[in-house]
Each structure stands twice: as C-alpha cells, then as structure tokens.
C-alpha cells in the first residue's frame, strides 16, 4: 500500500478510504483486466466471443480465466484475503458466473446450470489455483485441460482425442 500511494502521490489514508483495504485494491485492480475478459465475451470473435457452440465457447472462457488467474495470481490471492466471499460477490464473478451458466443452459437444459457453473469456476479462485501450480505442480496448462475435459464431457462435445 505505501509504493501505491507513493507512486499514485497520495497519502495512505485515501487509499485505504477509496479501497478499504488490500483485498478492496487487489478487486479493483482486477476489474479492469476481467472488464477486457468480460468484452471479448460479448463482442469478441468466436469462439470466446459469439457465434461458436456452447461447449466451444465454455472451453475457450475457461482456458482464457486459467491464462487471467495464472498471470495475477497474487492480485486474486490478496483479492480473496479481507472477505473469502467478497470476491464472490464481485461484479466480474457474477459476469462469468452468468456466463457459464448460461453455456450450460444452452447445451444441457437437463443440468443445474447453476451449480455447475460453480463447480467449473472453483478451481480458479486464487488460493486454490496458486496452492494447485505451486505445492501440487499442476501447471497451467494440465489446468486447461482438465477444465477442458470437464467442459466438453459435461456440455457433449468430443473431447480431444476420444473417439466416442
């Protein structure tokens, strides 16, 4: 917080008033590299943005949250440390959340779209992903492609590989 604020020219106390603390600053932070995440989703060429299948669309948003989670895991560690749920109730959280769901819903009316869109985006919470890379060596790329797995087995789609 003190490079911050010396860096922004401001004193501490306006930091900690505009973001209430560390975990608020880290959220912030974030919000602008899952705003971009968040316009290619809606905007953005296929298949993270429209016009490609669900199972499509849900592999490559799960491969570009892992490449997001992988490139600022400390912001999303710190982002989780004042309130474990605060991150939940984030506005990009509940975006993705949304998202997911709604692939699931497109593809598979018969699932809980809900919980499975959590259970999809459980593994890209901070802690767990930087304690999954860091103390198992899951690297992000087996990360993907469990993620990828899971997605295509879950919404249909042939997994890569499988001749079923």
Do not use: C, W
């Amino acid at each position: 917080m003190d490079e911050i604020a010396a860096e922004a020219r401001v004193g501490k106390g306006t930091l900690y008033r505009r973001f209430g603390d560390r975990a608020g600053l880290a959220l912030s932070l974030l919000d602008r590299k899952e705003a971009e995440v968040q316009g290619l989703i809606l905007t953005g060429p296929p298949p993270l943005g429209p016009g490609a299948p669900p199972h499509r669309r849900l592999v490559a948003f799960l491969d570009t949250l892992v490449a997001l989670v992988d490139e600022n895991t400390d912001l999303h560690v710190v982002s989780e440390q004042g309130d474990p749920e605060a991150r939940y109730r984030s506005g990009a959280y509940s975006f993705f959340h949304r998202h997911a769901e709604f692939l699931i819903e497109e593809a598979r009316p018969d699932l809980d779209a809900a919980y499975l869109a959590d259970v999809l985006l459980a593994p890209l919470a901070g802690g767990f992903f930087r304690f999954a890379r860091d103390a198992r060596g899951v690297d992000p790329a087996r990360m993907r492609a469990g993620l990828q797995l899971t997605a295509r087995r879950l919404l249909g789609g042939r997994a890569r590989g499988s001749r079923s």
